[in-house]
């Protein structure tokens, strides 16, 4: 098999569909429908069900997938180990949460490209545990997350401190008044969970109402329809102020600020490009 092969493979099959998997290779989707072919001619198999719902992986396809991965990661791997190191190139695959990816990337990635315009940037968003273990997968290079981490493969380094605060429905009463509202959070890895809970808590709230929501789009229009309050960065929170029913109240000291760090492999040589990444001045 050859590596072409495998990285359409694994195009179609996270994609579920060949016009979709041919738009991210640049590729016309006859090509993509014939590599597929001899792909499982070559196999002697069937990789894909096709249905109206797209492509589906079979069982073994299924299971050629984790292999796929794994080798195209190594290939990935050893492609960087071997670049050259005067000048960065490549790609450089970098994730992060909402809020940095909205109020504190776009300046420094417009600086780092300007100085290292060989390097092929690309920006994922998520939450800190999915981040996590995109990088710990080797799917990422690094990634913007809220820390301190104590995982053992991952290296962090502190990028910045971020201030959490309360938005609420513009025109809403006092602080205290609304935390009697319900707590408006994200259904999975919601970061700011714990400290909500303690949050209500101290401000003497015997039965909170927690709500999950599934985007955080959700979250803010339930902030603006008054149904609830949620913690936000205050950066995002000035920036949808000015377009939704929201207004931002300050938290007291004990809950206010959050760190974020940079997370990258332990394990894993550090490309030119992510080298370069690392260095000061394209932190600031």
């Known amino acids: 098999?050859?590596?072409?092969?495998?990285?359409?493979?694994?195009?179609?099959?996270?994609?579920?569909?060949?016009?979709?998997?041919?738009?991210?290779l640049q590729y016309v989707p006859s090509n993509v429908t014939g590599r597929i072919r001899q792909l499982e001619d070559r196999l002697q198999t069937a990789l894909f069900i096709?249905?109206?719902?797209?492509?589906?992986?079979?069982?073994?396809?299924?299971?050629?997938?984790?292999?796929?991965?794994?080798?195209?990661?190594?290939?990935?791997?050893?492609?960087?180990?071997?670049q050259a190191e005067d000048t960065p190139r490549g790609p450089l695959r970098i994730g992060a949460i909402e809020s940095t990816a909205a109020a504190y990337l776009p300046g420094r990635l417009a600086d780092?490209?300007?100085?290292?315009?060989?390097?092929?940037?690309?920006?994922?968003t998520g939450n800190s545990s999915v981040l996590m273990q995109q990088v710990l997968d080797r799917e990422l290079d690094g990634a913007f997350v809220y820390g301190p981490l104590t995982h053992p493969l991952l290296k962090q380094i502190p990028s910045y401190n971020e201030e959490l605060v309360l938005i609420s429905e513009a025109g809403a009463a006092s602080q205290q008044e609304q935390l009697q509202k319900p707590m408006l959070i994200l259904s999975t890895g919601?970061?700011?969970?714990?400290?909500?809970?303690?949050?209500?808590?101290?401000?003497?709230?015997?039965?909170?109402?927690?709500?999950?929501?599934g985007s955080?789009?959700?979250?803010?229009?339930?902030?603006?329809?008054?149904?609830?309050?949620?913690?936000?960065?205050?950066?995002?929170?000035?920036s949808?102020?000015?377009?939704?029913?929201?207004?931002?109240?300050?938290?007291?000291?004990?809950?206010?600020?959050?760190?974020?760090?940079?997370?990258?492999?332990?394990?894993v040589p550090l490309s030119?490009?992510?080298?370069?990444?690392?260095?000061?001045?394209?932190q600031k």
């Not at 990285?7 to 994609?15: K, N």
């Not at 719902?53 to 071997?82: F, H, W």
């Not at 780092?112 to 994922?124: D, F, K, N, Q």
């Open 112 to 124: 780092y490209y300007a100085r290292h315009p060989e390097v092929s940037l690309s920006l994922t």
């Open 216 to 238: 955080l789009e959700a979250v803010l229009g339930g902030v603006a329809s008054g149904l609830g309050v949620a913690l936000l960065p205050r950066s995002n929170a000035v």
């Open 50 to 82: 096709r249905s109206n719902r797209g492509m589906e992986l079979t069982p073994a396809g299924e299971r050629l997938l984790g292999y796929t991965r794994q080798i195209l990661n190594l290939l990935d791997e050893a492609e960087k180990s071997v």
């Open 190 to 213: 919601c970061t700011h969970r714990s400290r909500v809970e303690r949050l209500l808590a101290e401000a003497g709230v015997q039965h909170p109402q927690i709500i999950e929501f």
């Open 272 to 282: 030119s490009a992510l080298r370069a990444f690392l260095e000061p001045e394209n």
């Open 1 to 24: 098999m050859e590596s072409g092969d495998l990285r359409i493979f694994r195009a179609v099959a996270e994609e579920g569909s060949i016009t979709r998997a041919a738009q991210r």
């Open 240 to 267: 949808l102020s000015n377009e939704k029913n929201i207004a931002a109240m300050t938290l007291p000291e004990s809950y206010r600020e959050v760190v974020v760090y940079f997370i990258y492999h332990r394990d």
